[in-house]
Nanobody
Framework: VQLQASGGGLVQAGGSLRLSCAAS????????MAWFRQAPGKEREFVAR????????DYADSVKGRFTITRDNAENTVYLQMNSLKPEDTAVYYC???????????????WGQGTLVTVSS
């Protein structure tokens, strides 16, 4: 699976962004999709995941209620709608595809190149 993330940018605190991750190469609906992020000087962390059909979702506590993950299997794309952004959300965001319903980045087989989100105060 090849993953291409997009949609990052500079936004003021309280604003919104929508990230997209387009997949190609294999059957998209066979994969759990997730978003991770890595802030400067910090380790990569789990943000959100969505199951094969899109009916199951899960979020890190830090983004729960502000971020929404969705997927469109017909378009082979996963989205991350980010609202009420905070400066601490500043990071490079990565989409990932894997076969397991997992929080751990180690269990995801394919990764996008990352897209930078910067939230100014």
């Amino acid at each position: 699976v090849q993953l291409q993330a997009s949609g990052g940018g500079l936004v003021q605190a309280g604003g919104s962004l929508r990230l997209s991750c387009a997949a190609s190469g294999r059957t998209f609906s066979n994969y759990v999709m997730a978003w991770f992020r890595q802030a400067p000087g910090k380790e990569r962390e789990f943000v959100a995941r969505i199951g094969w059909s899109g009916s199951s979702t899960d979020y890190a506590d830090s983004v729960k209620g502000r971020f929404t993950i969705t997927r469109d299997n017909a378009e082979n794309t996963v989205y991350l709608q980010m609202n009420s952004l905070k400066p601490e959300d500043t990071a490079v965001y990565y989409c990932a595809a894997g076969r397991r319903w997992s929080y751990s980045g180690a269990t995801y087989d394919y990764w996008g190149q990352g897209t930078l989100v910067t939230v100014s105060s």
